[in-house]
């Protein structure tokens, strides 16, 4: 089959488009999929540059912080269909569209649990093909295209993870890098739940976030504190971190939450710890998500809640051209792949 394998850390040259990759075999309780499409995510790039790892060594490079092995086909979202199944799988899957769960239920090695990511830790859906667990695939019935389908799985899943947790309801709420893949569902799941939302991001971007359901908008190159005033909102979900952070404390209310799913403009950060025990502050870390919160986007998506975005669409073979593009941060939206 033809696919993209990454063959160690690096730039864009360690992506290799191949041709001669062998088609995977499901096991007993998985299933063989027919990829449509995929999108670009920042976990492609930093798994791929070495990032999530505090030393850059590549055998410790995957978000889950287990060793990646390569070549890996990288990949975090997919939509497709199902077109063979393991021994233990229903029959009657074959033919299901379906969308694969990007953060899966961890596997036991050794009495030990491993957490499982699309792309990271098993192959990913830069390919014609791949394999997962029947149940981490999930029937989906959408007019919506392959590509616009495929933009939800790890975006839409990141954000619905940091709402639930930060338990987002009908109250002020401020998001960081709006325009992006998590930033705009953010902004499209927060106003769902009632939220008056304000979102941070360029100003070109502003009119599309109104469109997605926005109340406030604050130029990325702003002071939120200046912008917003000091303890005026009650949740800021943040995917950029950096120099921002210390003001994004400061803008919420007593008791108030903040909650990160990323770190785009800086994993380090100064935190005045006055600002987190004097106004009883929460914190909240979230990457992993129990499976219900994917059901629920798939709920979503049928009831025809979800407008998903496609900025832009790139062959398999132009994978290098998607990431760069993905890079620049020019556009709103996802950047989809389609599968040949």
């Known amino acids: 089959m033809t696919g993209v394998q990454l063959v160690g850390n690096g730039g864009l040259d360690q992506l290799i488009l191949r041709h001669d990759i062998p088609v995977p075999h499901p096991?007993?309780?998985?299933?063989?999929?027919?990829v449509g499409a995929s999108s670009v995510n920042n976990t492609d790039i930093n798994t791929r540059t070495g990032w999530y790892s505090h030393d850059a060594d590549a055998a410790h490079t995957s978000w889950s912080g287990q060793p990646i092995s390569f070549p890996?086909?990288?990949?975090?979202?997919?939509?497709?269909r199902i077109v063979a199944a393991g021994s233990a799988v229903d029959p009657s899957r074959l033919g299901e569209r379906v969308l694969v769960r990007t953060m899966q239920d961890p596997l036991t090695i050794n009495s030990k649990e491993i957490p499982v990511t699309l792309g990271s830790e098993i192959d990913g859906a830069f390919a014609e093909y791949l394999v997962v667990r029947s149940s981490e695939a999930f029937r989906i019935e959408s007019p919506l295209t392959d590509s616009e389908l495929a933009t939800v799985p790890c975006a839409y899943s990141t954000a619905e993870g940091?709402?639930?947790?930060?338990?987002?309801?009908?109250?002020?709420?401020?998001?960081?890098?709006?325009?992006?893949?998590?930033?705009?569902?953010?902004?499209?799941?927060?106003?769902?739940?009632?939220?008056?939302?304000?979102?941070v991001a360029s100003p070109n971007n502003h009119q599309a976030l109104r469109d997605f359901g926005a109340q406030r908008l604050v130029a990325r190159d702003a002071s939120v504190l200046e912008e917003v005033g000091d303890s005026a909102i009650d949740v800021v979900i943040d995917v950029v971190g950096g120099d921002s952070f210390a003001e994004l404390l400061k803008?919420?209310?007593?008791?108030?939450?903040?909650a990160t799913a990323g770190a785009v403009a800086g994993p380090d950060?100064?935190?005045?710890?006055?600002d987190l025990y004097l106004k009883d502050l929460t914190l909240f870390g979230c990457t992993f998500h129990p499976r219900s919160v994917f059901a629920d986007l798939v709920g979503y998506i049928e009831a025809g809640g979800i407008a998903p975005i496609v900025a832009d669409e790139y062959d398999l073979a132009d994978i290098q051209d998607a990431q760069e593009r993905f890079l620049s941060k020019d556009f709103f939206g996802k950047i989809a792949i389609v599968s040949p």
């Open 162 to 199: 940091l709402l639930q947790r930060a338990g987002v309801s009908a109250e002020r709420v401020l998001i960081t890098g709006a325009s992006g893949g998590v930033g705009s569902a953010l902004v499209q799941l927060a106003a769902m739940r009632g939220a008056d939302v304000t979102a």
């Open 27 to 34: 096991q007993a309780d998985e299933v063989l999929i027919r």
């Open 251 to 258: 803008i919420l209310t007593p008791r108030g939450r903040y």
């Open 72 to 80: 890996r086909i990288q990949g975090a979202d997919c939509c497709g």
């Open 269 to 274: 950060v100064a935190l005045d710890l006055r």
